[in-house]
Each structure stands twice: as structure tokens, then as C-alpha cells.
T-cell receptor, first 109, second 110 residues
Framework: TQLLEQSPQFLSIQEGENLTVYCNSS?????LQWYRQEPGEGPVLLVT?????EVKKLKRLTFQFGDARKDSSLHITAAQPGDTGLYLC?????????FGTGTSLTVIP | NAGVTQTPKFRVLKTGQSMTLLCAQD?????MYWYRQDPGMGLRLIHY???????AKGEVPDGYNVSRLKKQNFLLGLESAAPSQTSVYFC?????????FGQGTRLTVV
């Protein structure tokens, strides 16, 4: 099993604050993905990063893939209540997807 | 767009009972998966399939069986439910290394 550890596990912040979520592994991945899951729904893909050191931006969300391709981070600028949800990193490997432990984010208006 | 549909959405079982969870996808994807989601443990793979008629074990297969008789359907069976199988179950299909999930089935075993 290729473990993906996320930190923090829980995060509660005020609207307008910035935050960073981390995804770490001892294994090298050819790519890493970030999914967001809202209550009562399944996860939905946000982004895939494929090159070591790559940075991708999706509006207020910035995703980075570590140089060694063992870790990734998600930074949210000026968080909004609509960002509330469970954020999961995932490493597609062969025929499978290994998911991280998840970060539950609550943005308080 | 239906995507991935799971039935039922909620179920309560007594210990020892059996049940089948149905997953249907209309995207013609070859790969399908069953995951369970428990607090603090993310998504753990139970079984998966790389095509019609094929199945393989994932990380936590014990106590579950699966079948993929048709490309669009992937069934997850519990032969004798145990309280440890209380969880939220997600089905997914994938194409080009992107996973598409259903809305989940919340199962409680009492």
C-alpha cells in the first residue's frame, strides 16, 4: 500500500483567511490529484499535477507538486464558505487510485 | 447526465444479514471500483474491475464479494454483515486516470 498522509486532518477558519493543506508520501508518484468532496456527495476531481515542481492555479486554489514527486500542497487564498468540504489527495497507480486520509475544511462566514 | 449511480443510498442491516449494493455507470468506462470511507481513514479500495467479467482485490477485500457481469454494472455483496462493515460505500469508474464517483451508500450494521 502506498500511503498518502494529509495534514491537517481538520481545519476551521474564518472567511477571508488563507490556508494550506499538505499531502505527503514516502513513495514516488507519476502524478498526484486533488479531489473535493461535499457532504452527501462523492469526490470530484479538482486538478492533476504531473511534473515535479509543477504549480497549477484554479481561481483561488494553488496546487504544487513536490520536486521529488512524493508530496503535494493545496493553498487556498481568501477562503469562502463555498470552499467548505473534504479535500482528498490521490495517487493514480497502475489500475488503482490511492487516496489520502483527507482534510476536512470548514470556512466560517 | 447520470454518470455513476449507486443504489440504495441508505440501508440498515442486522448482523449476519446479506445485501448487494448496485453501481451503474453510463460513460462506457472499463475500470470500476468499490471504496469504503471511514472517518480519518480516507477512501480504502475494496475491490476493482478492469473490464467486463474481471475483478480483483483491493486493500480491504475481506467480507466482500463483487461481480462485473455487464460493463456498466459493478455489484458489491456482503454475505454476512458485521458491525465493522458500517461505513459509507462509494463506487467509481475511471477513464484516462480520472475517477468519477457515485453519491455513496450509507450502510449501518446493528
Amino acid at each position: 500500500t502506498q500511503l498518502l498522509e494529509q495534514s491537517p486532518q481538520f481545519l476551521s477558519i474564518q472567511e477571508g483567511e488563507n490556508l494550506t493543506v499538505y499531502c505527503n508520501s514516502s513513495s514516488v508518484f507519476s502524478s498526484l490529484q486533488w479531489y473535493r468532496q461535499e457532504p452527501g456527495e462523492g469526490p470530484v476531481l479538482l486538478v492533476t499535477v504531473v511534473t515535479g515542481g509543477e504549480v497549477k492555479k484554479l481561481k483561488r486554489l494553488t496546487f504544487q507538486f513536490g520536486d521529488a514527486r512524493k508530496d503535494s500542497s493545496l493553498h487556498i487564498t481568501a477562503a469562502q464558505p463555498g470552499d467548505t468540504g473534504l479535500y482528498l489527495c490521490a495517487g493514480p497507480t497502475g489500475n488503482q487510485f490511492y487516496f489520502g486520509t483527507g482534510t476536512s475544511l470548514t470556512v466560517i462566514p | 447526465n447520470a454518470g455513476v449511480t449507486q443504489t440504495p443510498k441508505f440501508r440498515v442491516l442486522k448482523t449476519g444479514q446479506s445485501m448487494t449494493l448496485l453501481c451503474a455507470q453510463d460513460m462506457n468506462h472499463e475500470y470500476m471500483y468499490w471504496y469504503r470511507q471511514d472517518p480519518g481513514m480516507g477512501l480504502r479500495l475494496i475491490h476493482y474491475s478492469v473490464g467486463e467479467g474481471t475483478t480483483a482485490k483491493g486493500e480491504v477485500p475481506d467480507g466482500y464479494n463483487v461481480s462485473r457481469l455487464k460493463k456498466q454494472n459493478f455489484l458489491l455483496g456482503l454475505e454476512s454483515a458485521a458491525p465493522s462493515q458500517t461505513s459509507v460505500y462509494f463506487c467509481a469508474s475511471s477513464y484516462s486516470r480520472v475517477a468519477f464517483f457515485g453519491q455513496g451508500t450509507r450502510l449501518t450494521v446493528v
